[in-house]
């Protein structure tokens, strides 16, 4: 008995493990769809967005956070994102970090083969601890990497004394 095959169609699965591959590779092109994520070990395509533009979405930043012995330090990676597009507020003990990371302008929506990196608006809030001294934050942006650095308080036992040359 022999089965014919419309044009277009899927042929039937030879087994129950064949069919639930195939949901499998349906529910990843679904969550791809609407979290914009790679699955493990596989690229995502290019998110089209209205009128064949890369579609812009909220990302979050990696950071990094350091304790050293009279400092802390939180390194923000952003690649790609200029200085003028980044906004640090420090607020009640809250460090917040957000900005806009442009699509490059030299590239058209249509060239891309593979888009992974994510454009668009970003937000990054991190609780500081209470022992720092939040009235001598520096920020640094070297690299695609804001690097703010947030002196620790000294102790109220303590006074640091400078010796002069004499």
């Not at 952003?78 to 442009?102: C, F, K, M, W, Y």
């Not at 608006?121 to 609780?127: M, V």
Request: overall charge negative; hydrophobic content about 35%.
């Amino acid at each position: 008995m022999s089965v014919r095959e419309e044009e277009g169609a899927r042929p039937r699965p030879t087994s129950p493990w064949e069919e639930l591959l195939r949901l499998e590779e349906a529910m990843n092109r679904f969550m791809d769809e609407v979290f914009g994520a790679p699955r493990l070990g596989r690229p995502a395509p290019a998110r089209r967005g209205p009128a064949g533009t890369i579609a812009e979405r909220a990302w979050t930043p990696a950071v990094d956070i350091i304790d050293r012995e009279d400092r802390l330090v939180v390194m923000v990676y952003l690649p790609g994102v200029p200085r003028e597009a980044i906004e640090i507020t420090l607020e009640e003990g809250v460090l917040r970090v957000s900005g806009h990371r442009p699509q490059p302008e030299d590239v058209r929506p249509q060239d891309y083969q593979l888009c992974e990196s994510r454009y668009g608006p970003f937000l990054r809030t991190i609780q500081l601890p209470n022992n720092l001294d939040l009235s001598r934050v520096e920020a640094v942006l070297r690299d695609g990497i804001l690097t703010v650095t947030v002196p620790k308080a000294m102790d109220r036992g303590s006074k640091r004394i400078e010796i002069r040359v004499g």
